[in-house]
């Protein structure tokens, strides 16, 4: 028997259906892979029991023919997200061991689908990061190595976690959250595929909240089906999430395979950043070449504000979360340093919960925020966010289908490399992912070829909304001719 | 308002005359049965922490979702309130952290508010009427409640209230004396209990105030002003504004400034001390909440809020002067409270010639049954004579059935007793004696037995009234006082 590890989404779902294998196999090999890997620190904690109970429910089920969905296909979730009576923490020690008495509704519609939990997988701290180094739980490490080197590489983040486990052959999928490029940016320096859907599209209700008006729930996984069959059970309308959008949840899966002839990509010229890798140019001129082959068009298109999104973004994510991140106090639940005050108690705390990259991102959030500063920083920041909106809404009026940029400025980078002096520099990472935040908008990071040390790099495939089929379909034009990318196995 | 105040509304200091300046801020809760953006139940009293969901303690992850029903509610207090409702408002949070508030920000509404400007018309004791202005209305949530008294080492916290809907009802400076805000908030109360909006029970805390107090000299503009935080009755708000200015001014006239500032009423010492300067206040970082939409509504929403309303309390009283011929003042009785215009009401329907008896009825449920209740401590909900066994008696006196003096015993007859007014005065033989010939004869008896008062009648018509009431008494009270008059009148040749 094959490895059953090395299987898409696609073909395990396909082999359980005609009982090539059960979902407790599958999902036991998982098991052994993680037991494996741990040196990834992918998983910051696993729930075999809990996995095997479900691939044995999956088992009877499939049994009858009412395997479902996603019937007995193991999947890991990031730390992120609510999981009944199983800890979760966002990676931070302010949760401490915080057991939700609630399942996300993302999750519950995953388990409501046949899915299997294998356990919560590592993320930035409250999702704030971009190489999964601000976690509790420590860094995560990148299945992917420099040819001829053993130094440790960052995954990405936030997404950190679920993009090294999927690029190990840890799970089948899993569920990320994407606010300013956490699923597409890991994804990319993974190899794999990641889709961060239209605002609206997934609900966030039980998802810890980082920046609320930009948060969304997405798959990764390795290739762009795997990504569409998880998508139609995460995606949906949820009363519970007033920011939910009321839509049909259509085929995902469907939009594989569909031609892509006589549709019009955009390369936007502000993308062409300054000190960008030429490999990058290189491979982002290879992608476009690709879908011309298919029969797309290939249209310049600009998009006047990028250039102050990534600012924008730095000012309207970190005064959401100074806000959401309040009620970690130390009061109901969660950690608590006791103090002599009220006060006291508050201050001691949260400079002991929360990380360094949160603490700052709570001050900055604070003092954009604060009277006298509102105007200047949080509502001019406001204001670009809806430049950066028309920019796109102009683009789409004239009859664009999608736009095609590069995931990201660089290729995976090694642990502690980047930011310790200037969080900036970590901060740049997210320079072509945050407008589709600020916009809303879906977007997919596909695999496309690999650098000169031969790291995965990924293009960015930016969508209307709710048009995310038409970026499975692209992005499946472009997987078929990059084909796909798998690191050698080192760890184990 | 910015009419002249009258010199009888000033305050005499030593250097002249201030006039005070005063705007309220009302939180009313709002009556739903759910919190403002959770499904728990805003009952009062129960155990601690029993109406609490996960969105109430903010567990992560946990997302607000409006509860339409509340919406509805400040909407239809706009409207009772002559104001602007604002189709598209947004809900905003104000952060701070306090245990009470479990997400670290109330969600409250503050640049674009449900409600805009309205006014509300206001009667003083003297029956001047005066129109204070209405600022704004705002949708807001309540916070927990902080038990300091359990525990000699910890503060506990109950958020049984916490998520509960609060309009936040703000006045324009208006009003220039102490009896004017509490005449206002009267008022008010008055208006958001026709609604069914507020219960407005400021023992339970759902309606308190927050007073803004400045004074100034007649003419000058506004001084700086103090803000009293929670103020939850109407005699502590008087006592609290008046002990303010008088603090103000006594402050200005030694030459001193008034600091603005947050302060606290002690109904125990009967004054306002200082809770946190200007310089401690919060700074809020009031920003759009992310997770709530914008909250818009069409106009066909609003019109139909708009039909819907009852009949408040100035319609109400206008109708009843107008149709009834009642005074402003006795009007004014019956619409304060929504309870006694109700049971008015409903006496006037059930009685058989509203148009003639209307008036009647007024008189005798303010004079005998509001005079009774008020002397026996019983509020109009627990009465003991129904709205209608009162329309009936009314109905006997208008019918010439029983005279005034017997209603007043039927009356008695019926709070003690209870029993159809009716077949009361059939079975106890209460019935006005309009027989001429009956009284005619009792009539001559008496003037025959009393020669010597005759005499004296005749020579001074207004002793006449001495044979009226032998007649009376004779007749046990039964007869017609006006065939009585006629027939003396004529058989004493007055």
Redesign the interface.
């Given at each position: 028997m094959t490895d059953l590890t090395s299987l898409t989404l696609a073909e395990a779902r396909d082999g359980l259906a005609t009982k090539s294998f059960t979902s407790v196999e599958l999902t036991d090999a998982h098991l052994k892979a993680m037991e494996a890997a741990r040196v990834l620190n992918a998983y910051v904690l696993e729930t075999p029991e809990q996995a095997r109970t479900m691939a044995q429910a999956a088992d009877a089920k499939l049994a009858k023919g009412e395997g479902g969905w996603l019937g007995g296909v193991p999947l890991g979730i990031k730390d992120l997200f609510a999981t009944k009576d199983v800890r979760t923490t966002a990676c931070s020690k302010i949760l401490g061991n915080f057991v939700p008495p609630y399942e996300s509704t993302v999750t519950a519609q995953l388990w409501r689908d046949g899915a299997v939990m294998l356990g919560k997988l590592n993320n930035d701290e409250f999702a704030m990061g971009s190489a999964n180094e601000t976690s509790f739980f420590g860094p995560v490490i990148n299945p992917w190595r420099r040819e001829g080197s053993d130094v440790n590489l960052v995954p990405g983040g936030s997404s950190g976690g679920s993009a090294s486990a999927v690029a190990a052959g840890l799970c089948l999928g899993a569920t990320a959250t994407d606010t300013g490029g956490s699923i597409r940016q890991p994804a990319a320096f993974a190899g794999i595929v990641g889709m961060k859907p239209t605002y609206g599209r997934c609900s966030r209700w039980g998802t810890v909240a980082f920046a609320s008006s930009l948060d969304q729930a997405g798959p990764i996984a390795r290739t762009v089906r795997d990504t569409a069959i998880l998508m139609r059970s995460m995606a949906g309308y949820d009363p519970k999430d007033s920011t939910s959008v009321d839509r049909e949840v259509p085929d995902y899966e469907a939009a594989i395979g569909k031609s892509v002839k006589g549709m019009k990509i955009g390369v936007p010229k502000e993308y062409r950043i300054d000190g960008m890798p030429a490999e990058i140019e290189k491979l982002w001129m290879e992608g476009a070449a690709q879908l011309k082959a298919a029969g797309a068009e290939l249209v310049d298109v600009s998009l006047p504000h990028t250039k102050y999104a990534l600012p924008a973004y730095y000012i309207v994510a970190p005064a959401e979360a100074s806000s959401n991140l309040a009620r970690y106090d130390g009061v109901r639940y969660g950690l608590r340093v006791p103090g002599r005050s009220i006060s006291d108690m508050y201050e001691n705390t949260r400079a002991e919960g929360f990380g360094a990259e949160v603490r700052r991102r709570v001050m900055i959030g604070t003092y954009v925020l604060s009277a006298g500063y509102y105007d200047a920083y949080y509502l001019r920041a406001q204001k670009v966010r809806t430049l950066i909106k028309r920019d796109f809404e102009e683009c789409f009026a004239k009859g664009i289908h999608a736009i095609l940029t590069p995931a990201t400025p660089s290729a995976a980078f090694g642990i502690g490399e980047k930011g310790g002096a200037d969080p900036i520099e970590m901060y740049l990472n997210d320079i072509f992912t945050v407008t589709v935040n600020m916009a809303g908008l879906p977007g997919i990071a596909v695999p496309a070829g690999k650098d000169a040390q031969g790291l995965p790099l990924g293009l960015q495939l930016i969508g209307r909304p709710f048009d995310e089929e038409t970026l499975f379909s692209l992005g499946e034009t472009i997987e078929q001719a990059s084909g796909r990318f798998t690191p050698p196995k080192w760890w184990a | 308002m910015n009419a002249p105040v009258k010199p009888s509304k000033l305050i005499k200091g030593a250097t002249g005359d201030w006039e005070m300046v005063i705007g309220l801020e009302i939180h009313a809760q709002v009556n739903s049965q759910a919190k403002l953006f959770s499904g728990s139940s805003t009952e009062f009293g129960g155990a601690p922490n029993s109406h609490v969901s996960?969105v109430d303690?903010?567990?992560?992850?946990?997302?607000?979702?409006?509860n339409e029903e509340c919406v509805r509610q400040a909407v239809r207090t706009g409207l009772g309130l002559n104001a602007v409702i604002n189709r598209r408002s947004i809900f905003d949070?104000k952060?701070y952290?306090?245990?009470d508030s479990?997400?670290?920000?109330q969600i409250s509404q503050y640049k674009s508010p449900i409600v805009g400007e309205g006014e509300v018309t206001v009667e003083l004791s003297d029956g001047e009427t005066i129109a204070i202005g209405i600022e704004r209305l705002h949708l807001e949530q309540d916070a927990g409640k902080l038990v300091h008294d359990q525990s000699p080492t910890n503060?506990f916290?109950d958020l049984n209230r916490c998520g509960v809907a609060l309009m936040e009802i703000v006045s324009k400076p208006d009003m220039r004396s102490s009896e004017q805000a509490q005449a206002y908030v009267s008022k008010l109360r008055t208006i958001l209990r026709y609604l069914g909006t507020c219960d407005g029970d400021m023992e339970k805390g759902n309606l308190r105030a927050d007073c803004n107090v400045s004074v100034r000299k007649p003419g000058d503009p506004y001084g700086t002003r103090c803000e009293i935080k929670n103020v939850n009755s109407i005699r502590f708000i008087g006592q609290a504004i008046d002990y303010e200015a008088r603090r103000q001014i006594g402050i200005l006239e030694d030459g001193g400034a008034i600091e603005q500032e947050t302060r606290l009423y002690d109904p125990n010492k009967g004054e306002t001390r200082s809770m946190r300067s200007k310089e401690e206040a919060h700074?809020y970082?009031?920003?759009p909440d992310?997770?709530?939409?914008p909250l818009e509504f069409s106009e066909d929403y609003v019109a139909e809020l708009k039909a819907g309303l009852p009949e408040l309390p100035d319609e109400k009283k206008a109708r009843f002067i107008s149709a009834f011929g009642l005074s402003p003042y006795d009007a004014s009785v019956l619409v304060t409270e929504r309870e006694s215009a109700e049971f008015f009401e409903t006496t006037l329907d059930g009685l058989a010639n509203k148009a003639r008896d209307g008036k009647l009825a007024a008189n005798w449920v303010i004079n005998e049954l509001f005079g009774r209740l008020n002397k026996e401590g019983q509020d109009i909900t627990s009465s003991p004579v129904s709205a209608v066994q009162m329309s009936a008696i009314v109905d006997l006196i208008g019918e010439g059935v029983i005279s005034g003096k017997i209603a007043k015993d039927l009356f008695e007859i019926v709070w003690t007793e209870g029993g159809d007014p009716r077949a009361l005065v059939e079975e106890r033989g209460m019935k006005q004696v309009t027989d001429t010939g009956a009284i005619e004869k009792v009539v001559d008896d008496i003037i025959a037995a009393n020669p010597d008062k005759v005499a004296q009648a005749q020579a001074k018509p207004a002793l006449m009234g001495w044979f009226v009431g032998q007649v009376m008494k004779s007749s046990g009270g039964k007869a017609n006082p006006q065939v009585v008059n006629d027939l003396l009148k004529s058989k004493l040749g007055i």
């Open positions: - | 996960l303690a903010a567990m992560p992850g946990m997302l607000p979702v409006i949070r952060n952290f306090y245990p479990p997400q670290g920000y503060t916290v700074d970082r009031y920003f992310p997770d709530l939409l």
